[in-house]
């Protein structure tokens, strides 16, 4: 695998210039709570939290947390002029209603059909689906941000996955530390690469075929 690919962070801001101004918008826990930071200007998402607060702002500065206010994560959030509380039920009844925009999640695998796998049974794996399964078959669009391979250089991206599912056919786009691949009618489509890798190189770390229709662009972030 290429030395060059994105980080985390780089990966967020990606992720982040797709979010329409206004949007609704539930980040997973983890990795994806990374995109909150990089709205581009002149967008601004609501962002709701499963436990019930709606439209929250940035991270408090450590050491001025109030722990009595916190996202799905347990992570601190800040209160702004607007932001709404609400009781759990409520929350999910917002996502089952199909009131969220997007929902941005990680990711073990993602089938060429769409199919998420973000949670396991096994040995570190997280313990229960959770939401996450609500989520992904209710939000109007899921993206899912991960790493293009495993720790052990595996594909994430496979033909079918071989985890418990989260969700069926619920992968809209997903943005790796190579690349921006659409899922369009049960196949993958690349949109963008970063410039140090090519299609081939690509290909093989990518469990199921890449299919181009147009112009490949370059997947370019600033320094993060």
């Not at 962070?9 to 983890?30: K, P, S, T």
């Not at 601190?76 to 709404?84: E, L, R, V, Y």
């Not at 391979?149 to 079918?160: I, M, Y």
Request: aromatic share 6%.
């Amino acid at each position: 695998m290429s030395a060059i690919k994105l980080s985390n962070a780089q990966i967020a801001w990606r992720a982040a210039q797709d979010i329409e101004d206004g949007a609704y918008v539930n980040l997973g826990i983890g990795f994806p709570e990374m995109v909150a930071k990089f709205q581009p200007e002149g967008k601004q998402a609501i962002f709701h939290t499963e436990n019930g607060v709606l439209d929250f702002g940035e991270a408090p500065k450590p050491g001025e947390e109030d722990w009595d206010c916190i996202n799905a994560g347990k992570k601190a959030i800040t209160i702004k002029p607007g932001t709404a509380f609400f009781h759990h039920a409520d929350s999910f009844a917002m996502v089952r209603g199909g009131h969220l925009d997007v929902a941005i999640l990680g990711a073990y695998e993602v089938a060429q059909t769409g199919d998420l796998a973000n949670w396991s049974t096994g040995k570190g794996g997280v313990p229960a689906v959770g939401g996450a399964m609500d989520l992904v078959q209710s939000a109007k669009r899921v993206a899912v941000l991960t790493d293009h391979v495993t720790k052990k250089g595996e594909p994430k991206l496979v033909a079918s996955c071989s985890l418990p599912l989260t969700g069926v056919g619920c992968v809209t786009r997903i943005y790796t530390s190579l690349a921006v691949v659409d899922v369009v009618g049960g196949k993958f489509v690349l949109r963008e690469k970063i410039p140090a890798i090519s299609f081939d190189e690509l290909q093989a770390l990518t469990g199921a075929p890449l299919h181009v229709e147009g112009e490949v662009a370059d997947l370019i972030c600033p320094e993060l």
